[in-house]
């Protein structure tokens, strides 16, 4: 199977990174720039990069449309079903709680992505395992858990 990169355009890193939008010489500079952050952005598949950026954007539609229907988010063991539990969830706890996902390892296992990133929002913030199950260009599953 491959995997597809996509590029996540400097400003929108930067907002993922929680650090503004960059402007001037520092967005010349960020584009150019390896930091760790953007070098598991590089190797994560497509719809988990969609995801991030989704986050940063607070993008509640397009964070949605990463699942099918019956897609569920595991947050520590509460599970969330469906399009509208998702959302009921992420109004509170992630999107709406303008959530900060900041990738740090990407680990791949066919079509299981496990990415240890920080999370920063008004809802809670640390380190955390985000577990995919991938399904095509879906998300068939989200799972959140300590390290």
């Not at 199977?1 to 929680?18: D, K, N």
């Amino acid at each position: 199977m491959s995997r597809a990169r996509v590029s996540i355009p400097a400003t929108l890193f930067a907002l993922s990174l929680g650090g503004g939008i960059p402007s001037g010489a520092a967005c010349a500079a960020s584009s150019s720039a390896v930091e760790p952050g953007e070098r598991a952005m590089s190797e994560l598949p497509a719809p988990v990069a969609a995801l991030v950026a989704a986050v940063a954007a607070r993008d509640t539609e397009a964070f949605l449309a990463l699942f099918p229907a019956d897609g569920v988010v595991d947050d520590w063991g509460r599970r969330f079903s469906g399009h509208a539990a998702i959302r009921a969830w992420s109004d509170k706890e992630f999107i709406g709680a303008k959530g900060v996902l900041t990738p740090r390892k990407v680990v791949r296992s066919g079509d299981t992505v496990t990415v240890d990133a920080g999370w920063k929002s008004e809802y809670y913030s640390g380190d955390s395992r985000f577990v995919f199950v991938l399904d095509g260009g879906s998300i068939r599953e989200m799972r959140i858990t300590g390290h």
